[in-house]
């Protein structure tokens, strides 16, 4: 005879097994492919072929070499991109957020400062430079001395 604690369990498997071939059953989950190419257009007749003469060709004819890193390769055009100038601050005493952006850009070199307030009391500063030639280059400096305020019932942290 079947005890009631083994009766409970198999009811139980015999329950699970259903609702995952409910969830699962044939043809309730079926993948349709979309259409041709989405578009009501031709495809195109050729693969797409990047502009300019390729890759950089070592003497004698041998497999291409990419250039060094960080320098554009011998096929790439330089499109300046649109000038900008934006700055945004946030000081919030209540939730100690305190931290600003600012960032001007001529086309070709972005150069900008950021602020953010640490949970020790500096202020983070970070000045940089930006261009598409070297990349992205930081100066990171600190303002103001660490400080650990007392936090809830005199013990050492912070409010938040």
Known sequence: MMSLKHFIL??????????????????????????????????????????????????GGGPARPPPRGEPGPDHVHMPGMPFDFEYAVNDVETANDYAHKATSDGDVVTGEYRVQLPDGRMQVVRYTADWKTGYHADV???GEPQYPQGPGGRPGYKY
Do not use: H, T, W
């Open 10 to 59: 198999i009811s139980i498997c015999v329950m699970g097994l259903a609702c995952v071939y409910a969830q699962i059953a044939p043809g309730s989950n079926q993948y349709l492919p979309p259409k041709q190419n989405g578009y009501d257009y031709p495809g195109p007749q050729k693969p797409f072929q990047p502009p300019g003469n390729g890759p950089a060709r070592p003497p």
């Open 141 to 143: 400096s600190y303002e």
